[in-house]
């Protein structure tokens, strides 16, 4: 690291193979700008002379290859070099990965299916972000799949999704997000329905399945998926599960010995587990925090990002226009079940809600399921499988007028009527 003005801000030059690590404040933000050489953040090339600028609270890492100089302006948590990180295994991971990318191209086969796993905070997503960018800059064209319902880099949080990477993340704001392919959990722990997060696990395998026999480019490219922090007991039968239904060739275990260990032994001898350690740059991040990703996230949704503002609407719904379910009837002892009705069916059943005040600040899934496919008892065949096609929330209940106010990225009317509740609620400040 070293002293001297760059730009107005501080200069740290790097030698090759070496990261700076970075911090921003509460309340503040940090510009970054590349002065010489080449560098990356987790995967995306960085433009000399353009600054960067990144939000409180978010945790960097400017990496280079060949060595370059930087200059950061304004207020750090902490900002400092390291020379000691993963890059080089996770570069060769993804050598190995490109390998098996071009065998598959040769032979006419599919390319990998990744799975990448292990527990809270060890830098999975990172991962995710670096082997497909790195992928993408090399003209494949991988599919990411979220499958972590708290941290979706994908959607809002409470989602399950897939999306095709034409390009690298931006440093900036992420993957840009062009028609992700999303399915409505309704929480942010697979732990509230395992059920229904198997089940959707399995369905994104196969929509990924199909589209994989039309597009040769998405075949080769495979995917990489990222998984949820919660390895232990059906949090691991789920790891199991998804392995399975995406039919993986590759687990990357990060930080685990014991979940690697397990995944050996659990896993077709033909998987590949590998573990890798993690970067000792990532940072563990408290439960505030991690409700605050979760906040800024649904508020990107409508609110914008950055540079770019959207302008969501508020109208009244009346409840007879629309038809709200909650997935998944609260457990009964299964002496109480009726006979020949598992507790699997009770949670994936689909409950319909009158809407009462309970109801305010809750997030709603659009859903795009077809209307016409109501059959009796109100139960519809189909709408847990059915992608969503936005999200609303519920700012007001009037149980008296029979309408709702809600929050809206469109003008009315819904495209849909079918929705969804999550057990997740945002409050809006605005
Ligand atoms: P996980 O997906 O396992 O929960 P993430 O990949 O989201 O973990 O990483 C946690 C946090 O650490 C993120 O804010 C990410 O930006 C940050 N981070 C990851 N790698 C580094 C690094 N090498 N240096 C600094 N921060 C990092």
């Not at 997000?177 to 696990?201: D, E």
């Not at 998804?242 to 010995?257: K, N, T």
Request: proline share 5%; with cysteine; glycine share 10%.
């Amino acid at each position: 690291a070293g002293a001297g003005a760059g730009g107005g801000g501080t200069r740290f030059d790097l030698e090759k193979e070496t990261e700076l690590r970075f911090e921003v404040e509460a309340g503040e933000k940090v510009q970054l700008e590349l002065l010489t050489g080449l560098a990356e953040v987790f995967g995306s090339e960085l433009n000399r002379n353009k600054k960067y600028t990144f939000p409180p609270g978010s945790k960097i890492a400017v990496f280079t290859w060949q060595g370059c100089s930087v200059s950061l302006s304004g207020k750090t948590e902490v900002a400092y070099v390291s020379k000691d990180t993963p890059m080089l295994l996770y570069l060769n991971t993804h050598a190995a990965l490109e390998q098996m990318r071009r065998q598959a191209e040769r032979d006419n086969e599919r390319g990998p299916r990744v799975m990448v796993v292990g527990p809270t905070d060890v830098g999975k997503s990172t991962v995710c972000r670096l082997l497909l960018s790195y992928a993408v800059r090399l003209g494949r064209r991988p599919t990411l799949v979220e499958l972590d319902v708290g941290q979706s880099g994908v959607s809002v949080p409470g989602t399950m999704s897939a999306l095709c990477i034409e390009r690298p993340a931006d440093v900036e704001e992420g993957y840009s997000v062009q028609a992700p392919l999303v399915y409505h959990f309704g929480s942010t722990t697979p732990g509230t329905n395992i059920k229904l997060y198997n089940k959707l696990t399995s369905c994104l395998a196969e929509v990924f399945s199909q589209r994989c026999e039309v597009n040769r480019k998405a075949s080769v490219g495979g995917c990489i998926i990222n998984t949820c922090g919660w390895v232990k007991g059906s949090g691991y039968q789920a790891l199991v599960h998804c392995a399975s239904a995406f039919q993986v060739d590759v687990v990357l275990v990060l930080d685990q010995e014991r979940l690697y260990n397990e995944l050996k032994r659990d896993l077709p001898h033909f998987v590949r587990v590998v573990l890798l350690p993690k970067s000792g740059g990532v940072v563990e991040r408290s439960k505030d925090c991690r409700r605050e990703a979760r906040d800024d996230k649904i508020r990107e949704y409508f609110y914008g990002f950055r540079g770019v503002s959207f302008y969501p609407h508020a109208f009244d719904v009346r409840f007879s226009d629309v038809r709200i379910y909650k997935i998944g009837a609260p457990s009964i002892p299964d002496s109480c079940l009726p006979l020949g009705m598992s507790q699997d069916d009770t949670q994936l059943k689909l409950v319909p809600v009158t809407p009462g005040r309970d109801l305010t600040h809750h997030v709603l899934s659009v859903s795009c399921a077809d209307e016409g496919e109501e059959v009796a008892g109100g139960v519809r065949r189909g709408l847990l499988e059915s992608p969503v096609c936005g999200f609303i929330v519920v700012t007001n209940v009037d149980t008296q007028a029979q309408v709702m106010t809600v929050l809206s990225p469109a003008p009315r009317p819904l495209p849909r009527h079918t929705l969804l509740i999550m057990d997740i609620r945002f409050i809006d400040l605005k």
